[in-house]
T-cell receptor, first 111, second 117 residues
Framework: DQQVKQNSPSLSVQEGRISILNCDYT??????FLWYKKYPAEGPTFLIS?????DKNEDGRFTVFLNKSAKHLSLHIVPSQPGDSAVYFC??????????FGKGTTLSVSS | GAGVSQTPSNKVTEKGKYVELRCDPI?????LYWYRQSLGQGPEFLIY????????DSGLPNDRFFAVRPEGSVSTLKIQRTERGDSAVYLC???????????????FGAGSRLTVL
């Protein structure tokens, strides 16, 4: 049973618009949530994280929102750029265990 | 080193053969992780080392898979009697301390793509 779910396999957005990537989870014991970005033939790279006691964290063009009651988080990228085209993974962190990843969402940003 | 280094980047082998995949983590990182990523899936946890010992090997799919980290730095993932279903990208990651009180940010290598014919 998947503990971290990314239900949209792909998302297409125009340059300059907002990209919203969604993630749902089932385990209320997760302490942190992380977003990773992956280009082809490279390993995933860390983007941004959020503690389970926060509801928002912002870093430049990237903002992550957490809704604990709905067990849902989202990554907002604004404005989107063609270089943002990649696979985005949501991951959950529970103290003492390894990160659990979702299946990923492929973002395509067209110019 | 500056980043996590994995060798080989590509490995093609025949069913039934033995394979070793190597990971050189970031210098000073005590925690080392192996993940496997199949097509269309996210990284799936295999095993995690804290220093030289395996702190959690609950993700290893069966006893054909084994990993070592004898000196607390370089790690080798070993797969015996490979099967076609073992074909995947094997990712290694390291972190400074491992699971702790903050977010456990892992730094990944580029992966080793294993193809079993």
């Amino acid at each position: 049973d998947q503990q971290v779910k990314q239900n949209s396999p792909s998302l297409s957005v125009q340059e300059g618009r907002i990209s919203i990537l969604n993630c749902d989870y089932t385990n209320s014991m997760f302490d942190y949530f992380l977003w990773y970005k992956k280009y082809p033939a490279e390993g995933p790279t860390f983007l941004i994280s959020i503690s389970s006691i926060k509801d928002k964290n912002e870093d430049g063009r990237f903002t992550v929102f957490l809704n604990k009651s709905a067990k849902h988080l989202s990554l907002h990228i604004v404005p989107s750029q063609p270089g943002d085209s990649a696979v985005y993974f949501c991951a959950a962190d529970q103290a003492g265990t390894a990160l659990i990843f979702g299946k990923g969402t492929t973002l395509s940003v067209s110019s | 080193g500056a980043g996590v280094s994995q060798t080989p980047s590509n490995k093609v082998t025949e069913k039934g053969k033995y394979v070793e995949l190597r990971c050189d983590p970031i210098s000073g990182h005590t925690a080392l992780y192996w993940y496997r990523q199949s097509l269309g899936q996210g990284p799936e946890f295999l095993i995690y080392f804290q220093g030289t010992g395996a702190a959690d090997d609950s993700g290893l799919p069966n006893d054909r898979f084994f990993a070592v980290r004898p000196e607390g730095s370089v790690s080798t993932l070993k797969i015996q009697r490979t099967e076609r279903g073992d074909s995947a990208v094997y990712l290694c990651a390291s972190s400074l301390t491992g699971p702790s009180s903050g977010a456990n940010v892992l730094t990944f290598g580029a992966g080793s793509r294993l193809t079993v014919l």
